[in-house]
């Protein structure tokens, strides 16, 4: 007989008799519904009756068993374009709700993978990057026609990874002789032209000086311990380095006095068209001046990039003529971006007729005395704001040519915001790079290896054969180390190629007076010291715009290249 305890109720049941019962209820319906399925084994109606989750049992229907209530129930932190709808799951597929939980997490998973990889294409796998050592492209990015020479290139290159099917063993370990002779070649500007296909590059000692050749910089200052190149966000990579005269006025006027005389004479082999081209590289900023007939222009440019409204300001109060290539305006606003001969009165008086536009509507209105007019400090920041939001940017180039390069060579040698005032950089000079030699220019070389890889291949893994090289490579030094591999590797590699992403923007295409005759521009720019192939793909006339050559692969001598 049980024992009556007061406030208990004989009719209450604890939550596990309920459970059986809601089973043991659906198990009724099932059975009324198909009568001529089997019903479940024993064993099973007394796990199922303990309250175990077991798996559906095939010959009892879809959803048998404790998990149909479970796996009817969706789970709320699943996305509905993401679940699977319920009549494409299997009848055996797990009914509990942590399961799905499971599933829905690495649903949430493959779609935020999705999203990354839409967002940043640029994410390869490291396998990936074994199979193809080579940067990665963007959808934006779009392959040329092929091509038997490659277009004008004329940002800086700071890595060149080449990969081919053949070794590079040739490019290692030169000889003395051999090194000097390179460096006799270069010097006396001598023409190299190797054959089509060399068959042995390890015994061609001509490729070996040929390579040795074409590595070779000029570089103006040179300290050995501190790295010159690239000057803008150069200070962490400075930071520690001794540098005895950032606190030392006399010392920063003697490397100031010999950087000027090494620019001084950069620019007249720069008019005399003995140098093609040379580059000016501040903690601000990055100048390419071009010779007469190089890009399809017939006089020296010069193209500034990045700028910022105190230099465009500082070279138009200098009398400097200069624009904005990609700048489109229209209206007095170009004459002043333009920095052409608007004085002080002139500017004035337009900034004053357009104050009287600006207000008559309120004159009209007779409120003009109400209302308070924006003093005309506000006004010209508000003139100039697209001028500032441009600063930093590849539109804020800045183009100067014919004598006006002249006045800006005065206005860098004598303007104080040209070096550092304080940091890891401060009283460092600008670092001058040239592809010919200059008064007090000192002999560099880029740093070349070659590095044997494997690579995924569908036997297995295979040998790919890379090169590496890193530096300032110049326009000129690309030129001609794809020509030479051109030989060495029988017309088959690839490339991966780096740019300092500052100087892009020197590839687009300048306004031209006239077109120049090809041949004329060669005859005049013999004595440049560059080979007659590479000046005639720098006088070409640049097609990347702002952007630069990124990979480049050739195949059975035929170019093919992304930028």
Not at 109 to 123: A, G, I, M, T, V
Not at 510 to 523: F, H, R, S, Y
Request: charged share 20%; aromatic share 8%.
């Amino acid at each position: 007989m049980a024992v009556s305890v007061p406030g208990y109720s004989p009719g209450f049941r604890k939550p596990p008799a309920t459970l059986r019962l809601r089973r043991k209820r659906a198990r009724s319906h099932r059975s009324a519904a198909a009568p001529g399925e089997q019903p479940e084994p024993a064993p099973r109606r007394a796990a199922l009756a303990a309250g175990l989750l077991l798996r559906p049992f095939p010959a009892a229907g879809g959803g048998g068993g404790g998990g149909g209530p479970a796996a009817a129930r969706r789970n709320p932190f699943a996305r509905l374009d993401n679940r699977p709808p319920a009549s494409a799951e299997p009848p055996d597929g797990p009914p509990g709700g942590r399961q799905e939980a499971q599933a829905a997490f690495v649903d949430s998973n493959q779609e935020n993978d999705s999203l990354w990889e839409e967002k940043f294409p640029e994410r390869t796998d490291v396998t990936e990057l074994l199979q193809t050592p080579q940067v990665s492209f963007s959808e934006s990015d779009t392959p040329s026609s092929e091509s038997t020479e490659l277009p004008v290139d004329w940002s800086i290159k700071t890595r060149l990874l080449f990969t081919s099917s053949q070794p590079f063993t040739w490019a290692d370990h030169l000889k003395a002789q051999e090194e000097a002779q390179g460096v006799i070649q270069h010097c006396r500007a001598t023409e190299v032209t190797l054959p089509q296909s060399i068959q042995d590059p390890r015994l061609s000692t001509q490729l070996r000086c040929a390579f040795q050749q074409s590595l070779i910089y000029w570089l103006h200052p040179a300290f050995p311990w501190l790295p010159l190149f690239p000057r803008i966000g150069a200070d962490r990579k400075m930071a520690g380095k001794i540098s005895p005269w950032s606190n030392d006025e006399t010392l920063q006027h003697i490397l100031m006095s010999d950087w000027s005389v090494s620019f001084t004479s950069l620019y007249n082999l720069l008019k005399t068209k003995l140098c093609p081209y040379f580059y000016v590289c501040t903690y601000q900023f990055t100048i390419l001046f071009r010779a007469a007939g190089l890009a399809g222009n017939d006089v020296i440019t010069a193209l500034i990039s990045p700028t910022t409204r105190g230099i465009r300001e500082a070279m138009k109060n200098e009398g400097i003529e200069f624009s904005l290539p990609l700048i489109k305006e229209n209206g007095h606003e170009k004459k002043k971006a333009s920095g052409t001969s608007l004085g002080h009165g002139e500017e004035q008086v337009i900034s004053d007729e357009d104050e009287d536009e600006s207000f008559s509507w309120l004159e009209e209105m007779g409120v003009q005395d109400k209302i308070k007019k924006p003093d005309i400090l506000s006004i010209k920041l508000r003139k100039e704001k697209h001028e500032v939001q441009m600063d930093h940017r590849p539109e804020s180039v800045v183009l100067v040519k014919g004598m006006n390069t002249l006045t800006l060579l005065n206005f860098l040698i004598n303007s104080k915001s040209l070096i550092a005032s304080s940091g890891p950089q401060a009283g460092l000079p600008p670092t001058l790079l040239s592809p010919v030699a200059f008064r007090g220019a000192t002999m560099q070389m880029l740093k070349a290896r070659s590095v044997n890889v494997k690579t995924q291949a569908v036997s297995g893994y295979k040998d790919q054969f890379s090169l590496e090289i890193t530096g300032p490579i110049m326009p000129h030094s690309l030129h001609s180390v794809t020509m030479l591999l051109r030989s060495s590797q029988n017309g088959s590699f690839s490339a991966g190629l780096y740019t300092h992403e500052p100087t892009a923007v020197f590839n687009i295409c300048l306004p031209v007076n006239k077109v120049l005759d090809k041949e004329t521009v060669l005859e005049e720019l013999a004595n440049c010291g560059l080979h007659p192939k590479t000046l005639d793909q720098l006088s070409q006339t640049p097609i990347l715009g702002k952007s630069s050559l990124r990979h480049v692969e050739m195949n059975d001598y035929v170019y093919n290249w992304r930028s």
